[in-house]
């Protein structure tokens, strides 16, 4: 889910938001963005800024994911002839998208992004880039190589970051490029770059790496995020690492490369914070969060008297072994139950008198146990510590 309700405050930090907190950051309040490629709407972020978002992508399928993310207009569309009238968008983003457009048909995408865009309008782009030292170029590859290559992310038009960039300063007046993603990956980046691509990394910090439980992972991508975001903050230059390129132009007066219209209040300004011990939200098919075996939601409210939430689970042999939940409010414990269905339970809690105004409030809840998808199903990559799952939360 990419719906940016759902956005945890704490993401920005983690290194796959790198790109979208990038974008977030140039991008002005209450402006019009067209998404190339939108996939199924990572930049719904964008919401929050009270942005007018488009999206265009050649799937119907995450077309309709987008429009459910909260895309204010998506159309299944070739990104090289998009449906809309000249001069209709501030800014033309996409990420991931140029590598996988043929060379022939390069130019003719960046003149319809320019086509769309307002005069001084500005685009920017995450653009998956070519190393020749480590892969060779397309006509070095052997026939049996260059169909591996394609093949393993669909790259048919990749180029070196100086190509990039000059391809670019033949539509637009500034252009400014900069390799970002030198240092910082995240460990699947890591994995599949070592893996896929036979970049020489240290073949024992990748043997590490895969050894990492779920909860690791998170926080290895939380530090590579952080750092990703300093580096940022204090303009630091990077050479080329061959691997990914952000690019910026525009016609108009050249802007900051980093956090031209930086305002993340509304990131930060929630009733409700989900704090430790919880997932990201996801479809169960409800719009929900998985917790761990113990989680804390935080809030501020007056003359709270009920608190009523819904909630599930998926775990094993709930018959013979029921899960017992405890919740507890500011450290007093409020309410204790068994579950021994696999259906959706709602449960209100009355408040006491007590803890009526004692705000702020820190809910916990308390799980018997846990369970991983991924040990009871082969299939699944799924390696969380997950109890139940929670939706609804509702504050009287």
Known sequence: VLDARYFDALNRFDINFARTMWVYDNVRRGSSVLDLGCGEGMLA??????????????????????RRNGYDVV???????????TASFDYVVSLDVLGHIAFDEKDALLAEIR???KPDGVTMHGVESLNRELHGDYASMSEERLAQFIGIDGHIGLEVDEEIAARFRK????V????RYTLCLSVA?????YDEYGVPFDDDFVEYLRGLSFSERRAFDMAMGYVFGKISDLGLKLPSSGLYLLVKATDGPAEPFYNAHRDRSDLLESRMVFGAGWYAANRTPRIARWMDKHSRLRFETTDLSKVRLELMTHIPELKSKPIELHFALNGV?????????????????EIPEELRASSPYELEIHASRTWQPA?????????????IAVCNVELN
């Not at 159309?75 to 009238?85: H, I, K, M, T």
């Not at 400014?176 to 390799?179: I, L, V």
């Not at 699944?380 to 109890?387: I, P």
């Open 45 to 66: 972020l964008l919401k929050r800024k009270d942005v007018y978002l488009a999206g265009v992508d050649f799937s119907a399928e995450l077309v309709g994911l987008a």
């Open 75 to 85: 159309s299944v569309a070739e990104v090289n002839r998009l449906p809309f009238a």
């Open 115 to 117: 086509r769309v865009l």
């Open 171 to 174: 539509f637009f007046t500034n």
């Open 176 to 179: 400014q490029a900069e390799p």
């Open 189 to 193: 980046e890591f994995i599949k770059q």
């Open 333 to 349: 414990e409020i309410r204790c139950l068994s579950l021994v269905e696999y259906d959706w339970l709602t449960v209100e809690i």
């Open 375 to 387: 040990l009871y199903d082969p299939n699944s990559t799924d390696e969380r510590h997950l109890s």
